[in-house]
């Protein structure tokens, strides 16, 4: 079995300053991650994925998170805010051979972006 | 090309009612999941098939629930005898391969359930 721990429910910045949204997790087998975003009436967007390659891994704009194994972690960042990037993010886990099919989400971190 | 779409967008029922959501995935994709988000949650798995089969009905709450994929296209959620608890969105997504734990799943805009 696997869980998600996003570590803060809201996260508000200020426009062109960075971001940056927490997420540790736990699996017993080797866990694809991936972050997505979710705007107010529209679908789950992925913005980036980890499996298994290169550590750091760079998403659409301008996101990137870094898997670390050793703190079991995969933060969310972005060097500057922008107003649109206000909306619903969701760290989300899915491990090889841990059962259940479907993707494991974490509870979301509302992300508010000041002027 | 077209993304994945569901049917209704949103839905009242009266308490005991059944209903049925509709999701048609991206053609050609393998693999469809159905999840439910309830208010200010993150979305939970329900199932999954794999063409047609269903080989995941695990996170599905109650026997009231049940989903279908006869042609391994379209998919079909069934509840029966709603419950004010089945209020939600539910989601579909899809994906290209039946095997890939890195596979990405692109998710349809859901169905709000409001249940009265």
């Known amino acids: 079995a696997q869980s998600v721990t996003q570590l803060d429910s809201h996260v508000s910045v200020s426009e062109g300053t960075p971001v940056l949204l927490r997420c540790n997790y736990s699996?017993?087998?080797?866990?694809?991650l991936f972050w997505y975003v979710q705007h107010p009436n529209k679908g789950l967007q992925l913005l980036l994925k980890?499996?298994?390659?290169?550590?750091l891994v760079k998403g659409i704009n301008g996101f990137e998170a870094e898997f670390k194994k050793s703190e079991t972690s995969f933060h969310l960042t972005k060097p500057s805010a922008h107003m649109s990037d206000a909306a619903e993010y969701f760290c989300?886990?899915?491990?090889f051979g841990g059962g259940a099919d479907g993707l494991t989400f974490g509870k979301g971190t509302h992300l508010i972006i000041q002027p | 090309g077209a993304g994945v779409s569901q049917s209704p967008r949103y839905k009242v029922a009266k308490r005991g009612q059944d209903v049925a959501l509709r999701c048609d995935p991206i053609?050609?994709?393998?693999?469809l999941f159905w999840y439910q988000q309830a208010l200010g949650q993150g979305p939970e798995f329900l199932t999954y098939?794999?063409?047609?089969?269903?080989?995941?009905k695990s996170g599905l709450p109650s026997d009231r629930f049940f989903a279908e994929r006869p042609e391994g296209s379209v998919s079909t959620l069934k509840i029966q005898r709603t419950q004010q608890e089945d209020s939600a969105v539910y989601l579909c997504?899809?994906?290209?391969?039946?095997?890939?734990?890195?596979?990405?799943?692109?998710f349809g805009p859901g169905t709000r359930l409001t249940v009265l």
């Open positions: 997504a899809s994906s290209l391969s039946g095997q890939g734990y890195t596979d990405t799943q692109y």
């Open positions: 699996s017993s087998y080797s866990p694809s």
């Open positions: 980890y499996t298994s390659a290169a550590t």
């Open positions: 989300v886990a899915r491990a």
């Open positions: 053609s050609g994709h393998v693999s």
């Open positions: 098939f794999q063409n047609e089969a269903q080989l995941d």
